[in-house]
């Protein structure tokens, strides 16, 4: 009788457990297969574009262009939007909340026409914005200060402003929009609103201070947050009294978490920058099923409709990278815009038409020059660098790692390849615990290291900071600019 009572129960669990599996997040949405009408959206910070790539087929069909490269966008007079980056969806479908960093903005977009609804001006360097479950408040994190500020969709005007640990860094709510998470990336504390009382109603101690990235699973039984600091992932209980479950080390500049929803069960997708991958685990038992080799510092990650596919924005390598979930291999690979950020599939986005209207070819978006760096003498290159294209000047983003934990360095140009001689330095920086370090500098840089004479010809190299002075070279440019 108790084996017949097991055997009843394990039937039940499997009953229950389907469901769920037939369904993704966020809103534990029914599954969509993939089709034309679907689209890829990215959140470009350096071309300030948003790119809208066709999944059926893997290509991308234009850019909506909300703003100038540098220095256009350095004036005074400029109205157009900086450092396009944070990027959420209606449950609909219909609309997107786009979020520039650099302008205090929020973008409204109808995902049918491409077309800008309303943009609306908040508080200091918001980061993400989503909906609620129910369509009606548009939560977004100001990072810049401590609180999110609830937008009503309709009319695009912000309704309340809700008290958080200073840094909000993302919100995301659970399934049946009775939670709203909220990681911090200037304080380790993590707290949980009740959506219809807008209060607080739970904490999460973070290991560390900085999270960027926070998802939740479909059954909205966990909660996943990333710390790009430390290079961990936690996952805690999506229910009172959200109790963390596991951390896992996942390895230097730990960027975005998401889940795909398959006949195999739920599986977390985490973007590894520093590693250039893309790391999967069960959330049964919260072990690592398997290592994806994407492309420069994947950031961005999100879900097809129906869980087949997991799309990653290369934020270094100027790509969105298609992931076939049964196989956990790259299938793909589609050239967007300038680092992409955050990015978003939205099933159904275009329910009629071809849904090419008021998009712009990629143009000077899609140009950049990559170069690796390494120790002096290593067969491996741990640090990527691109310089994105703006014109006469490029936009320098390297994604640094392989260096001592917490430590001052020195982004430099070096006279001779060896990194020997005088240095010229181009920023300074600070590694994080993991050691790593995203650097930015700006200038006329390509131009210098792929010079042709002797005497204008440069090597970017990365040495130790003494005093503010380049010391010691500890990494230096392996590979000529492609």
Known sequence: MKHLYSKVMLLGLTALAGPAYAHQAPWAAPNTPVSHRDRVYAAEQFSNTLSVTDPADNRLIGVIKLGDPQPANFSPLYKGQVLVHGLGFSPDGKTLAVVSIGSNSVTFIDTATNTVKHTTYIGRS?????????????????????????????????????????????????????????????????????????????????????????????????????????????????????????????????????????????????????????????????????TIPVGKLPHGVWPSGDGSRIYVGLENDDQLAAIDTTTNKVIGTVPIGQAPQAIAYVPNAVPQGDGTANLQPLGTAGKAVHLLLSAPGAGNAPTSVTLFDQGLIQVLQGSVTGLQPKHPYVLALANAADGSGALEPLATFMTNPAGSAIVNASGPIRQIVEGEGASTRRWLVVAENQGGAPGMVVQIQQYPAR
């Open 126 to 290: 918001p980061h993400e914005a989503f909906f609620t479950p129910d369509g009606k408040e548009v939560w977004v994190t100001v990072r810049g200060e401590d609180y999110i500020s609830v937008i009503d969709p309709t009319t695009f005007e912000e309704k309340a402003r809700l008290k958080t640990p200073g840094g909000p860094g993302m919100t995301m709510f659970s399934p049946d929009g009775k939670y709203g998470y909220v990681c911090s990336s200037f304080n380790p504390d993590l707290v949980v609103f009740d959506v219809a009382s807008h209060s607080i109603v739970g904490h999460v101690q973070q290991p560390s201070p900085f999270c960027p990235n926070i998802a939740v699973n479909a059954d909205g039984t966990q909660v996943w947050f990333t710390l790009k600091d430390v290079g961990k992932t936690v996952a805690f209980n999506a229910k009172p009294p959200f109790n963390i479950l596991k951390v896992i080390d996942t390895g230097p500049i730990t960027n975005h978490v998401n889940f795909a929803h398959t006949a195999k069960g739920s599986f977390a997708y985490v973007t590894v920058g520093g590693l250039n991958e893309v790391k999967v685990f069960r959330t049964i038992d919260f072990a690592q099923v398997a």
